[in-house]
């Protein structure tokens, strides 16, 4: 066997991963691995080990619940590429030659990420992005941000336009990195990191925390009572209502359907504040921990909340009702932004933008994590792949996290004591941690040094692969839909720029 | 004279009304009717900024735009009362001194060379390229109907005869009310709300304006509209007297304002390629009234 296949959130040693040359690696991932019914790459990613660069590829398997993990180590050269082969490589390798200077000689799309801090040409700018270009005297190029005029965050949109269509659009991004990435390796002290994972994305505070609880709990060996697995569950359900509904508003008011957008938007509301009867943050932040909560959820709690989900579905399916059955909203919805089957695999998009297109990735079903194996979680599909499809699952996948919360409710386990003895992670080991977080599947991956200490840590957020989904999906159409396609992916720039 | 003064005070609150109809729809609070009235005595008292690229049709073209509404507002008449301005063929100058307006405000949207601006403004000249022709048609029919081309005499002299002619009314009510939203960018053509500067007609052309300019530029907005229920309003008027028409005329004007507070809370927004061919039915729907103008006068027997 050249690569070692490992469970969600499971803890191997480091020496574990089977080491190859650089052309048996390529031949593996690419020609084998994600050949395979079911397998999507979730992380592929360098780091500095004794002056060579290990890469690093895990290629998820849906069909066997499992993550392949292999390994080569290089020296700075020029290499062949994944991406030639499989364009689903194509974000991951830019980020090698970024951050190592490894120059692929057969890259179709060598452009900088996000211009890190540490990236390995300090002398390159984000000001001096190379945007694709065509020379046409029909042709017109319309540059959006990076300031924005609402209230979104700073990113560039260049679209080549014939007149009012879009021909191509081409996306960048950079403006929101911190360098969460080296943060993680700079602050050791639990806290810090437990708050780091919570400003990964700020939407996303449940999944992103959830994911470095879950690895951090396993790089100690420590076991999760079932109480706490529940609650975690009913957190990353409610984070999916609060934030779909949220989307929901703001695609009515994209497309000026005042009542949706102000329905939509006070039923959100509750949900966070929710959120904040449980742990004083309406965004949920200081609700996770690795091995603890300080926030227990109580019977009061489950009490308060069965009541406000049978109001919140009330006026929810109202008003549901009324935006799916109104002639100009559909107008607007239907059609427009289409990302087809083939292109979601081909660029391999994850979570909510996959199932959009008829892609069945849903971590809760394939890798299943907390209470999700209790709950026998089947992932909705819709297969149009347009701006309708992703409403509309939104909408149904609030139902389902209903259902599932009631469910755990129903089955709640009774409150369990926390170990408070400090967790020490194992040494010279290695975790990958997959949660499905609102947007899609979040990774992270650690890796720890002979006396415990965290030398590299990834993280992958699902904005990463489907941002370029939205670059693909604009294409003919009209430049006055993009806004209402970008807002249907909401997808999130500090998440892709770390 | 007091069709003009009605119009401008009309225009004091139409936003006003408007918000508050959106307002009170969506269950929200909402601002005052006076809030817009308050907005715009704050950009007036304040200079405006210009940008490096722009000319100086950058800076003459609001005070344009605003005057050439302000001219189009002198010739609408209240029923048997004229306007300020009463001629042969007013309702052309009324077209084309709104057209000379846009022109400029086209031109400005131009010159400051911003590629969402030079996107708007084409937008916008097609859109009201568009609704051209409903309008002539219209006001050509009822030229023909009554035989005069002046405002005040046309509507002085259209009167309720026929049961036809009540069918005329409704169509025409439903062509000028469609051509006042196109013409102020409002829903479904244009969203006057929305953040989204690709989507956006006429918010766009304006993105470089500030201060005083934008003042008199977002004041020509309800000064528009008023002046479209004004010209509405004259349609149900004939030759009552003032006691009857001043009464009909703020009544219409009211709940042509919560019209479009309606339109604008219930529905979203056309997608962009649909607004030309759903402005170009009102040109049939005018082709309609003057069919039954024709009727009227025994065309076809």
């Known amino acids: 066997m050249n690569f070692i296949s490992v469970r969600n959130h499971q803890t191997i040693p480091l020496s574990g991963i089977p080491m190859l040359d650089y052309d048996s690696f390529l031949e593996l991932n690419v020609f084998n691995l994600i050949r ?143 360098g969460v990435e080296s943060l993680f390796l700079e602050k050791n002290k639990l806290l810090q990191r437990c708050t780091l994972a919570e400003n990964i994305a700020g939407d996303s505070v449940v999944g992103h925390s959830l994911a470095f609880a879950h690895l951090w709990e396993s790089l100690c060996k420590h076991q999760t009572g079932d109480h706490l697995k529940m609650a975690r569950t009913i957190a990353l359900e409610l984070e999916r209502i609060a934030i779909h509904t949220g989307d929901l508003s703001a695609m009515c008011t994209d497309v000026a359907y005042q009542l949706g957008s102000a329905v939509f938007g006070r039923l ?205 999906a604009v294409r003919n159409n009209e430049i006055s839909d993009f806004p209402i396609a970008n807002k249907s992916f909401d997808l999130s720039y500090c998440g892709h720029d770390l | 004279m007091i069709s003009f003064i009605l119009i401008i005070l009309m225009s004091l609150i139409f936003t006003g009304i408007v918000i508050r109809t959106k307002s009170i729809t969506s269950g929200r609070k909402g601002p005052g009717i006076f809030q817009p009235l308050k907005d715009l005595a704050r950009l007036f008292k304040k200079g405006s900024v210009y940008s490096q690229t722009t000319s100086f049709i950058f800076q003459l073209a609001p005070s344009v735009y605003l005057a050439s509404i302000l001219m189009a507002v002198l010739v609408i008449p209240l029923g048997q009362y004229k306007g300020i301005l009463s001629f042969e063929g007013d309702f052309v100058f009324f077209a084309y001194v709104l057209g000379a307006g846009k022109f400029f405000s086209i031109l400005s949207a131009m010159d400051t060379g911003s590629s969402f601006e030079g996107m708007g403004a084409s937008r916008e000249a097609l859109f009201s390229m568009f609704a051209e022709p409903a309008f002539f048609l219209l006001m050509g029919s009822f030229a023909l109907l009554t035989g005069y081309t002046s405002f005040q005499q046309i509507f002085h002299s259209l009167h309720f005869g026929s049961s036809v002619s009540y069918v005329l009314m409704v169509l025409a009510t439903y062509v000028l009310v469609m051509i006042a939203l196109i013409e102020n960018s409002r829903m479904p053509i244009d969203d006057p709300k929305t953040h989204l500067e690709l989507t956006m007609v006429h918010e766009v052309m304006v993105l470089d304006n500030s201060g005083f300019d934008l003042g008199m530029i977002l004041y020509g907005t309800p000064l528009k509209l008023a002046m479209y229920g004004g010209l509405i309003a004259n349609l149900f008027m004939g030759d009552f007297p003032l006691v009857l028409t001043i009464p009909i005329f703020l009544g219409l004007q009211i709940a042509f304002a919560v019209t479009v507070g309606i339109i604008e809370s219930f529905m979203a927004r056309f997608r962009m390629n649909h607004n030309a061919q759903y402005i170009l039915t009102l040109s049939s729907v005018s082709l309609l009234i003057l069919l039954g103008v024709l009727l009227i006068l025994g065309q076809f027997n």
């Open chain 1, 36 to 178: 395979e019914k079911g397998a999507h790459c979730v992380n592929y990613f360098g780091f500095r080990l004794d002056g060579l660069i290990r890469l690093v590829c895990c290629i998820a398997n849906d069909e066997s619940h499992s993550i392949q993990v292999s390994s080569s180590a290089v020296p700075r050269m020029a290499l062949p590429s994944f991406s030639k082969h499989n364009l689903v490589f194509e974000k991951f390798e830019r980020e090698i030659h970024e951050n190592f200077g490894i120059a692929y000689t057969d890259h179709p799309w060598l452009k900088p990420v996000r211009f890190p801090f540490n990236r390995f040409d300090p002398g390159s700018r984000i000001a001096d992005y190379p945007f694709f270009k065509v020379d046409s005297e029909e042709l017109h190029e319309v540059g959006v941000g990076p300031i924005h005029a609402g209230i979104i965050e700073p990113g560039h949109f260049r679209f080549i336009c014939n007149g009012e269509q879009i021909v191509h659009l081409e996306i960048q991004l950079g403006y929101q990195h911190r």
């Open chain 1, 268 to 472: 959100r509301t509750p949900v966070i504040n929710f959120f904040q009867k449980w742990c004083g943050n309406r965004l949920a932040k200081g609700l996770i921990r690795p091995g603890k909560s300080h926030f227990p959820f109580t019977r009061d709690l489950a009490i308060g909340l069965m009541d406000f989900l049978d109001e919140y579905e009330n006026d929810f399916e109202d008003i549901s009702k009324e935006l799916f059955s109104l002639p100009s909203a559909l107008a607007r919805f239907e059609k427009t932004g289409v990302l087809t089957t083939g292109q979601a695999l081909a660029i391999g998009t994850v979570g909510l933008s996959a199932r959009m297109s008829g892609v069945s990735r849903d971590i809760r079903a394939s890798h299943p994590h907390d209470a999700y194996e209790a709950l026998d979680h089947q992932p909705v599909l819709k297969t149009h792949g347009d701006v309708y499809a992703r409403a509309r699952l939104r909408k149904k996948e609030i139902n389902q996290s209903i259902n599932h919360i009631r469910h755990l409710i129903k089955i709640l386990a009774a409150p369990e004591v926390y170990d408070q003895n400090p967790l020490k992670p194992a040494p010279d080991s290695f975790c990958v941690s997959l949660v499905e977080g609102w947007r899609g599947e979040i990774c992270h991956c650690a890796i720890t040094d002979g006396k415990g200490e965290l030398i590299h840590y990834k993280i992958k957020d699902p904005s990463f692969h489907n941002w370029l989904g939205l670059a693909l």
